[in-house]
């Protein structure tokens, strides 16, 4: 098997995370207005190779890579030889490079259900956010075929981060509500995107236009004012995490609505909890309850018939209560960010959940759904705190299980939950406020005590991610770096959209 690489670039620094490998590969069906390299379109050219030879190019420069860096294949429209790139990926992810693919989305769709999965990174060049502005800068009518393409990624099984480009052009996109249409564009996407780049059009390609004979469709348009790209480039990262807020808030409504539905239902009747006394008393957690108090527990707690597959509690639902399986089975799961359903326990008879957060007031960071169908106890805090509080048993049990098992799975959750680096760096800077932040004329200052390696390893990071990310949140204006040991933060709100 062979391709066709336009050119090589042994030390690249822009395309994709750290120093990287990057191969330039030949044909691109689209013909961008302002494509300042017109020779990589035709579908044969440059020169021939292997995914052989690829690793080995790739090789001679691995030392240079570092932790983060790795290799790239940009374009030309690298998925248009689909085939040859998916061979270079299986072997180079056999090698444990990192990888990143630089694409408009426009490939062989055979072969994406085979590439996506093994990218790390993947570089979406965003061309326009209509219909008619993308027929008109790309010479094609694909801009439907361009949603599909967003909307499909999770479906072919991609499960990394994604850096969002978009080539600016005085005329057609230089204005805020191009960007507000440009942030829209990414629903689909929104929780995979760790970086949004705006890249000011440019002239350097005129030349080669010239020289092979075919008109400049943009001739006569000025180059980009590259300080009012960079206005709307914070703009638009600004949209992007007020959004991000958004939508959180959103979801935080729709669980406290479900979690009242919850409480709604209907439970057991008071002659069954009655008779299921002799039963609960039984349980350790409810061992402990004095004679005099067992009525008055009997009255505030719930007993609810709980059908296999409805969910106990959700993510984000208050500390109100504590729950105690009387009978059945329980799992406790998270979805992770690439859609898979990650499950830490199975509870049992006689095993309960939320002590802790009774205990500190944290809300669920986790799901409980019936496995089976249950009989689940229901305490609500005011009960836990007048009747439990106080008891050695009830205490003991409570730190044993939550320790060992809700405290891990809640650090757990956390890294799973939080994938991109940019909603890790922001937690962290976030967490760093609220332990050691101290209010200044300038901003929130943090005085560190870590060095970059620390941060990273703080935050689950490298320390060449860290670094990277704390200067892109420098140039968006949401932090200000003074040495290696001291930040200011400017824009508070801004990271917090991030790190909910």
């Not at 932790?67 to 030889?81: A, D, I, K």
């Not at 004012?225 to 939508?247: C, H, M, P, S, V």
Request: hydrophobic residues 40%.
């Amino acid at each position: 098997m062979q391709g066709f690489v336009h050119s090589i670039e042994t030390m690249g620094l822009v395309d994709g995370p750290g120093t990287r490998t990057i191969f330039f590969l030949q044909g691109c069906p689209l013909r961008c207005a302002y494509c300042h390299n017109p020779d990589t379109q035709k579908a044969v050219g440059g020169e021939a190779m292997t995914p052989e030879r690829i690793v080995e190019i790739a090789g001679r420069y691995r030392s240079y890579h570092g932790e983060e860096g790795g290799v790239t294949f940009s374009g030309g429209e690298p998925l248009l030889q689909g085939e040859f790139v998916y061979a270079c990926l299986k072997l180079l992810k056999r090698e444990g490079y990192n990888t990143c693919v630089d694409t408009s989305g426009f490939g062989n769709p055979r072969y994406y259900s085979k590439i996506l999965p093994l990218v790390d990174t993947l570089i979406l060049d965003v061309k326009a956010f209509d219909a008619a502005s993308f027929e008109e800068l790309t010479a094609i009518d694909g801009f439907d075929l361009y949603l599909k393409f967003l909307a499909s990624l999770d479906e072919h099984g991609f499960r990394g981060q994604i850096w969002v480009r978009h080539v600016m052009v005085p005329g057609y996109t230089d204005n805020e509500e191009s960007m507000r249409e440009f942030i829209r564009l990414l629903k689909p996407i929104r929780a995979r995107v760790d970086r949004i780049e705006i890249l000011p059009y440019h002239t350097s390609g005129v030349k080669k236009y010239e020289e092979l004979g075919i008109p400049y469709r943009l001739e006569g348009v000025e180059p980009m004012d590259k300080g009012r790209a960079k206005e709307l480039e914070i703009y638009a990262n600004k949209l992007f995490a007020e959004e991000l807020r958004q939508e959180r808030l959103e979801s935080e409504q729709k669980r406290q609505e479900q979690f009242k539905l919850f409480k709604e239902r209907e439970v057991a009747s008071q002659q069954e909890k009655s008779a299921m006394l002799s039963g609960l008393r039984q349980l350790p957690l409810l061992n402990d309850v004095a004679e005099e108090d067992v009525e008055d527990v009997l009255n505030q707690i719930i007993l609810s018939d709980i059908k296999a597959g409805e969910y106990i509690f959700k993510t984000g639902d208050p500390p109100e209560f504590m729950y105690l399986i009387y009978q059945g089975q329980m799992k406790i799961f998270v979805n992770t960010m690439d859609g898979e359903e990650q499950i830490f326990y199975i509870y049992r008879d006689g095993d309960f959940v939320g002590g802790l957060n009774l205990l500190v007031q944290t809300p669920y960071r986790y799901i409980g759904e019936a496995l089976t169908d249950c009989k689940v106890v229901v305490i609500p805090k005011a009960t836990f705190d007048k009747y439990f509080w106080d008891s050695p048993v009830v205490l003991r049990s409570v730190l044993v299980k939550s320790f060992e098992r809700i405290r891990w799975a809640e650090s757990l959750i956390q890294r799973l939950a939080t994938s991109n680096a940019s909603m890790k760096t922001a937690a962290l800077l976030v967490k760093l406020v609220n332990r050691i932040g101290v209010e200044t004329e300038e901003g929130i200052r943090l005085e560190l005590s870590m060095n970059r390696e620390e941060l990273g390893n703080y935050s689950g990071l490298r320390r060449e991610t860290i670094t990277r990310k704390l200067g892109e949140f420098k140039e968006l204006g949401y932090i200000e770096l003074i040495g290696n040991k001291v930040i200011i933060v400017k824009d508070l709100e801004a990271l917090e959209s991030y790190s909910l």
